[in-house]
């Protein structure tokens, strides 16, 4: 407000490219915890909800899913499915479904081993995970490469340092790691680096049991304490149209036997893996994702599962995937009328196909950000630093896309609304003509009247100009440096931390465990 | 689909830059006429509405508004209305309020010379009109300079161009024509460029009335027929707090008397010229453009008023202005709230800070688009080319800014929707595994399933890098270029730009026609 603190802000901004984002504030913490106050975007009737979910019913009934592991084949048809041996079809009936949505439970808590970090996953409650899986990493000094464990230890030290990213994920494939040491190494970074709840892929019953011990071995939890609430999560892909691959069902029947989250998402592109309508791609997701919510509860009545949609388009000309999309926000509202429709919390995304961290990529991620957030998501994967439909992960993008989620974040804030609040006595007294800039109504509550932008740069074009004229995503690169540089891990006992050594060293000795497909 | 058409598509996309804004397509015809299917976001409950109408109401009855011009004062008090002389404050009854607000029309025609360019102006209607007001413009070629006559032609070549535009605008100043002739350039170029509805300054009763005499030469109208609906339009800012100057209170007065359209609009910054509250700003806001409202309609019972809406927030460390603020979305959704309470059609914008079109102009530019238009806006100004907070006009902004308006008036299409779009049969008939590039139920639809986008480069990273790996920004640039050459005027009777050479000829020879400050 005075002279001085401009020019001090100025400096600051200088210094840090436009926010500070060393140490998370005071604010962001309100971040922690987020539940949306937004009435859902419908795009459906009700009806016609009804009708994709009762097609929906008759796609696994008539024509079934293929299920390629024999163990979930037998699960299923113990449970009272049809399975036929030869294509491993397997047709469920509606009561079969029925009975798993009663079983399912709409709302649970995702245990971090920061208590305060403990995630809510219901209806209202927002909780955003980073981006998760591309085999690359992109940022503006050293460009695209294979992503290696040293970049999936950036992503997650950036997914743990702003509060506004709930859980820890699949970040980056680390390439430099052998696959059958991949997810020590993955788990051991999101152990000893976050305290929010980790990822965890689906890539194999050793793996995912290596995995679940060292969660077991960072919070001192017995297996019954580990089986009794959620403390780690995975994400489950059909191979749509209409597949569960092997590691996918086995990934189902461990997280759900062990009562940890699935969440259960058909990646489904509109004219290519799903029908070209949107209510054709949605219902087709939809009879997926039952599937996989049925065999999560027969395998255990009560195991905690998201509803995932993840439905867009493809390029019609040359069959490129494109996100952000018009017919994707469509999408997201659907999906996420679909999942209130059987009472799961749904998980969406934000995407883009941009190939670089620049305006296409922050308009197709506000368009992803905006179908999934107003449309009621409860959860929000690939929330900061998707880029190139999932093939990069980028370090700008990830800064930018905090930058986003944030505003998101304010906007969820309650408004103070009484008659002090409406002022009419502050108008009386500022009167015509006059500025507000000094009254007790302004003084009393400018400190924390507004958001205060990581990225966004509000300086005059002169002020800007003579800074070096740095956009966005210029601004952006300054900030993950600067955050990575200032990262302190959350304090951690030695001894756990000796455990989790001790534990990979012994299962790296024994040959790790190689990925299942 | 085949081979052959993905590489003639990338050909095409590698002239083009991404797509083809040379002319119109047949499915940008689809956003000549929007209508908003979406229920509006709500913030505020019904009460917290009443309770700053209520306020404002008082404000208006205690507190007053003053008011610079005799004539604005002399109306206010014949129609009952109390005035001091000297203070020029006056103080208006809530029952004069309610007899404004029962006569101002809901839903109303801004009828355009090309008849298929009338726009509709109701609420659930979206009509889109370009940036307006910047004295400087700027592009990547070029960079930023004073705006000229032939930079307000070309940004009215480009809001001709695209369907999504639905009127022309303010555009730019162009500042190499004296103020005395400008109106009359800026009106020429609309109506020789364009066949949308124009806009009109309010800088005094002689500008208007030249302007007023033009738009009736142009579509060859008696003052009758052009009286007897909104052909033109306005924009009065009040000058907030709580003050209506000379040039603006004459606006609504002349505009009123002809049937002609003011869009009121208070612009206020929280915590600079109005509360840092929202309710407060907003109420402040609301009192302002009732008392605008008010005027109009004592001078014409009945005359097209919008109710505009144009609150964001400063940084309360230097006093920058923002915009696309959490805090700019909240006052959007809450000043929807309060035109309907009153049922009269909302004015809202599209609004940056940033000083460059990057990443963060595009998403300051989605919150303030979805703000907006999920707020229920019927009228949205600075809808393309906004930069700078308002103080530059930027080409590449503006094709950025098309493409964003373009997916929204796609996600108003309304999605088919029976059991062959659901298509339960193409899912039996592709099978698990499979692909739906090729099924009847693709190759039926797929030429007009989904958008195809202006700017958005959806190919891979090998053929965007080998094309130039250019961002989006300068694609844009690309684009913007390519409409300009492209650009056709409208037909027009070489007898009516002959009267309007004449007349813009006469009046310059009579001195043109200074502004009234």
Same mark, same amino acid.
């Given at each position: ?17 436009? @926010?500070?984002?060393?140490s ?8 922690r915890?987020?539940?949306? !106050? ?9 009806d ?11 796609i696994?009934?008539?024509?079934? #899913?293929? *299920? ?19 294509? /491993? ?19 649970y808590d =995702?245990? +971090?081993p ?7 996953i219901?209806?209202?409650?927002l ?5 998760? $899986? ?8 050293? @460009?695209?490469?294979? @992503?290696? #464990?040293?970049?999936? /230890?950036?992503?997650?030290? &950036? ?5 506004? *990213?709930?859980?820890? $994920?699949?970040?980056?494939? !680390? ?8 997810? &020590? ?7 000893? =680096? ?8 689906s ?19 017995s ?20 597949? =569960? ?25 509109? $004219? ?8 054709g +791609? =949605? ?5 997926e994702?039952l599937?996989?919510?049925?065999l ?9 599962v998201?509803?995932?949609?993840f ?5 019609m000309?040359?069959?490129?995937p ?21 009472? &799961?919390?749904?998980?969406s ?13 922050a ?15 409860? #959860?929000?994967?690939h929330?900061?630093?998707? &880029? ?16 986003? #989620? ?6 969820f ?13 502050a108008?009386?007294?500022v $009167? ?18 507004f ?22 995503t ?32 012994r ?5 790790g465990?190689? !990925?299942?497909?």
């Open positions: 407000m005075t002279t001085a603190e401009t020019r001090a802000d100025r400096r600051s901004r200088r210094r840090t490219g436009g @926010g500070n984002a060393a998370p504030s005071a604010r962001s913490e309100r971040y915890h987020l539940v949306n !106050p937004f009435e859902p975007i419908r795009l459906f009737s009700e016609q909800v009804e009708a994709m979910h009762q097609a929906a019913l008759r696994l009934e008539e024509i079934g #899913l293929r *299920v390629l592991l024999p163990e979930a084949c037998q699960r299923f048809r113990a449970a009272g499915a049809a399975v036929d041996e030869e294509s /491993r079809m397997v047709r469920i009936d509606r009561g079969l479904v029925q009975a798993a949505l009663r079983t399912a439970p709409s709302a =995702l245990v +971090a920061a208590a305060h970090r403990t995630v809510r219901a209806q209202r409650h909780a955003v995970i980073p981006v998760g $899986g591309p085999p690359h990493v992109t940022d503006s000094d050293r @460009g695209k490469r294979s @992503g290696t #464990l040293e970049d999936f /230890r950036d992503f997650t030290k &950036l997914s743990q340092q702003f509060d506004v *990213v709930h859980c820890l $994920g699949a970040c980056i494939e !680390p390439q430099d790691i052998a696959p059958e040491f991949r997810h &020590l190494e993955t788990m051991r970074a999101q152990l000893t =680096l976050g305290d929010k709840p980790p990822f965890i892929y890539r194999g019953n050793p793996q995912v049991r290596d995995c679940f011990a060292m969660v077991r071995l960072n919070a001192g939890l297996e019954e304490q580990f089986e009794s609430a959620a403390h780690c999560y995975t994400v489950i892909n059909t191979n749509s149209p209409l597949q =569960l691959d092997i590691p996918m069902s086995q990934g189902i029947i461990d997280f759900a036997a062990a009562g940890q989250l699935s969440i259960i998402t058909p990646f489904t592109l509109a $004219g290519a893996m799903a029908p070209i309508t949107l209510p +791609a =949605l219902t087709q997701a939809h009879a994702a599937a996989g919510i049925t999560a509860q027969i395998v255990r009545a009560g195991a905690p998201a509803y995932g949609g439905t867009s388009n493809v390029d000309k040359s069959g490129a494109a996100f952000g999309t018009p017919e994707y926000v469509k999408a997201a509202f659907g999906a996420g009328q679909l999942a209130r429709h059987i009472n &799961l919390p749904w998980r995304s934000n995407a883009t196909a941009s190939n670089v961290a620049d305006a296409q990529a308009y197709e991620s506000e368009m992803s950000l905006w179908g999934a957030i107003m449309g009621g998501c409860s #959860l929000l994967i929330g900061a630093g998707w &880029l190139e439909g999932g093939l990069a992960a980028s370090y700008e993008k990830f800064i930018l896309d905090i930058e986003m #989620l944030q505003m998101f974040a304010e906007l804030q309650p408004v103070a609304f009484d008659a002090d609040e409406i002022g009419v006595e108008i009386a007294e $009167g015509p003509g006059g500025h507000f800039f000094g009254t007790g109504h302004t003084l009393g509550r400018y400190e924390k009247a958001y205060a932008p990581l990225v966004s740069d509000w300086r005059n074009f002169g002020s800007w100009s003579e800074d070096g004229a740095r956009t966005a210029e601004r952006a690169n300054a900030l993950w440096k600067k955050t990575l540089q200032a990262f302190q891990p959350p304090p951690k006992d030695p001894a756990v931390t000796e455990a989790l050594d001790g534990f990979i060293a299962r790296r000795q024994e040959g465990a190689p !990925p299942v497909s």
